[in-house]
């Protein structure tokens, strides 16, 4: 059974048992999926309401652009599980003779890249949907600000999570342009989606 088809109750008692996997990296994806899942919320809200007319078209295009994001997320939650598997099964292979040795770490090397771009991944999507989260936040239904911000925050918590994921991978990799650019990304991103939550954590203590 995938990750994602798991009841709330059994994927944490999965996620806090002796085991691997579900880890940090799906937990991650799982808090991008609850920001959209937040996100469309409020914009549903919204929706309908006599005061917010002039945001109706606006947030018809929020609902459907987090039920994109929201179908995504929950597909990370079993792709970056399926990711670090391929990084035990390559530690796990035969090491016996130098042509072992050379096609274990050429497995190990692949499998690391790949449980770096996942959450990569995640991190980039989750960063994209900041923008329409704040702007549903300020333009969207007042009684559901809170909420909102929840959204907000969750969409953080998965940004840098993710993040951290990349971050321990790339420690195991050989490839210096894949390793430079990565960090580049994970700077760039960390620091400009902290700023936006500080603001806007700023702006919703004045509003309620």
């Known amino acids: 059974m995938k990750l994602q088809d798991l009841t709330l109750k059994q994927f944490l008692e999965k996620t806090a048992a002796n085991e691997a996997l579900p880890g940090g990296g799906s937990a991650s994806a799982l808090n991008a999926a609850i920001a959209s899942a937040l996100t469309g919320m409020m914009a549903n809200l919204t929706i309908g309401k006599k005061n917010y007319t002039a945001m109706e078209d606006q947030m018809k ?11 995504h997320f929950i597909n990370d939650i079993d792709r970056d599980a ?8 390559a530690y796990k292979l035969p090491k016996e003779t130098d042509e072992q040795k050379a096609m274990r770490g050429k497995k190990i090397q692949e ?6 771009l ?4 995640v991190a980039e999507r989750a960063y994209k949907m900041l ?3 704040i702007d549903t936040i300020r333009k969207g239904n007042k009684n559901a600000v809170t ?3 929840v959204g907000l925050m ?13 971050r321990i991978n790339l420690g195991g990799i050989n490839d210096t342009v894949f390793v430079a650019e990565l960090k580049e990304k994970c700077d760039r991103i960390e620091k400009e989606a902290l700023e936006k939550e500080s603001e ?9």
């Not at 806007?200 to 309620?208: E, G, L, N």
């Open 82 to 89: 399926d990711a670090y598997s391929l990084v035990m099964g």
């Open 111 to 116: 499998a690391m890249k790949e449980a770096s």
């Open 154 to 166: 969750a969409g953080r918590t998965a940004i840098m999570g993710a993040l951290l994921n990349v």
């Open 61 to 71: 295009k929020t609902v459907e652009e987090m039920e994109e994001n929201r179908k």
């Open 118 to 121: 996942v959450p990569m991944e």
């Open 200 to 208: 806007m954590i700023d702006w919703v203590k004045s509003v309620i």
């Open 131 to 133: 923008d329409t989260i």
């Open 147 to 149: 909420d909102g911000m």
